[in-house]
């Protein structure tokens, strides 16, 4: 199958962060074959690019599908007045009722509405002591029936015993063995930690020597609220990434989430590691932990990518808040650009995982993961080196008009067309009200 999108704005975030006007691309079945002027090659099929960009398809660096799970729900809970109250009145209780099927319909749903706005990977972790065997593989269900790039893996916790530790990182072996078996081009496994306040120094150091023996990335939550750096000042005296750095853990490999609690030493411990930083900016506010020093991380050279933390699934919505948090936060205009922001969403991402061979550009011979923006109407020029900025400043998740992953189309004028919107809605409508009644709330 070739598709030839013709005349186009191309924004391909290659290493000289090129943008081409008047540009074709040629899809050739998974891969990104030709991109020129004027294409003479054959294609079974053309779509007008005139009035559009195409870019590398987002890439959401830290999630939890689960997340939109509570959408609406309305928890009748104590107010809570710091980050670990949140996760005690909120998120314990909420995954500590979910169940596999709950699992498999919040990766339907997320999904959708990831591609649905231009996110064409992610990077997952599950929570939830009384679902852990086999639920990766309830996951990967629904993301396979949408058929966007997953990251998957289990948060693994000592919240409650030592035992659960050990078996939420038996199940992310269980589910990378699996896929070192089968692989699956679009689905990936990693390891994960929750955060340094809730497991030991022998899970962190047994998941490192697990990440040596069977490669794959390692995620933790890192100094994301005030609590994490209490915790091990109190415990090890020691701030949290001086104690992760202590106990080896930190690598190229490593994604350490958040980061909103860290000081210069910190910072420098990261770099000097090649760790990655994930940045959550809209979860950073809604759970009012404070603004991650990414102006001082990327001065230092630290890489960061953008992830959503489970909260909102658009991704422009998030690229707009990454933008602007710490233009306010510093009073500073210049503190973020357009394009280091659209790098967070894109490159970086794929970078951050190990998979920048692949996906995170739009280069001859990488998967073909895009998506075609069309502003309608067009109300200024598209001129190449505005273009971050058209996006940072103009688009919304409604001018997503063709995404493509693997080169396949998941999204067709605006529609999502690999999976019905009835399907999502029926497997949520199954499990949604016994999982709110386990939480008290009545339908
Ligand atoms: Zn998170």
Redesign the pocket.
């Known amino acids: 199958m070739r598709i030839l999108i013709r005349n186009a704005m191309i924004i391909t975030m290659d290493s000289q962060r090129r943008v081409l006007k008047n540009t074709d691309l040629l899809l050739e079945d998974s891969t990104i074959a030709v991109i020129g002027k004027a294409i003479k090659e054959k294609a079974d099929r053309i779509i007008d690019g005139t009035g559009r960009m195409i870019l590398p398809g987002f890439i959401c660096g830290?999630?939890?599908l689960y997340g939109i799970m509570l959408r609406g729900a309305p928890l009748d809970i104590k107010p809570t007045t710091d980050f670990l109250q949140i996760l005690d009145r909120i998120w314990w209780k909420v995954d500590s009722a979910f169940v596999n099927e709950d699992a498999y319909a919040s990766a339907l749903a997320s999904c959708y509405e990831f591609v649905k706005s231009g996110t064409t990977c992610f990077a997952d972790?599950y929570s939830g002591p009384g679902s852990i065997e086999g639920v990766l593989d309830a996951i990967a269900k629904g993301v396979t029936q949408v058929g966007i790039r997953g990251i998957l893996a289990f948060e693994a916790t000592e919240r409650n015993s030592k035992k659960e530790g050990e078996r939420g990182l038996n199940e992310n072996i269980r589910f990378l063995k699996k896929l070192q078996q089968n692989p699956n081009d679009l689905l990936h496994g990693m390891y994960s930690l929750h955060a340094s306040f809730t497991i030991s120094d022998e899970l962190i150091q047994k998941t490192r020597e697990q990440a040596d023996q069977l490669p794959a990335p390692l995620t933790i939550?890192t100094s994301?609220g005030l609590i994490d750096v209490y915790h091990n000042i109190e415990r090890y005296d020691k701030r949290t990434v001086e104690r992760l750095f202590d106990l080896g853990v930190l690598g190229s490999d490593v994604v350490l989430?958040?980061c909103v609690h860290v000081n210069h030493d910190e910072l420098e411990l990261i770099r000097g590691s090649g760790a990655v930083v994930a940045h959550?900016p809209m979860?950073n506010m809604n759970n009012a932990v404070g603004v991650a020093p990414v102006k001082e991380m990327h001065e230092l050279g630290i890489p960061v990518c953008l992830?959503n933390?489970?909260f909102i699934f658009d991704a422009i919505e998030n690229i707009r808040t990454a933008y602007l948090i710490h233009k306010v936060h510093h009073l500073d205009t210049r503190v973020t650009t357009p394009q280091q922001i659209i790098e967070m969403a894109t490159i970086n991402g794929a970078q951050a995982y190990g998979l920048d061979e692949k996906i995170g550009s739009i280069e001859q011979g990488k998967q073909a993961d895009i998506v075609i923006l069309h502003p309608n109407p067009r109300v200024t020029p598209m001129l190449p080196n505005g273009l971050y900025g058209y996006i940072v400043y103009g688009c919304t998740a409604h001018d997503v008009e063709h995404v493509f992953v693997q080169g396949k189309q998941l999204v067709d004028n605006h529609q999502v067309i690999s999976i019905q919107p009835e399907v999502v809605e029926k497997a949520l409508t199954r499990v949604v009200p016994t999982l709110w009644e386990k939480l008290g709330i009545a339908l």
Do not use: I, K, Q, V
């Open positions: 830290h999630t939890h972790t939550h994301e989430a958040h959550n979860s992830g933390d489970g």
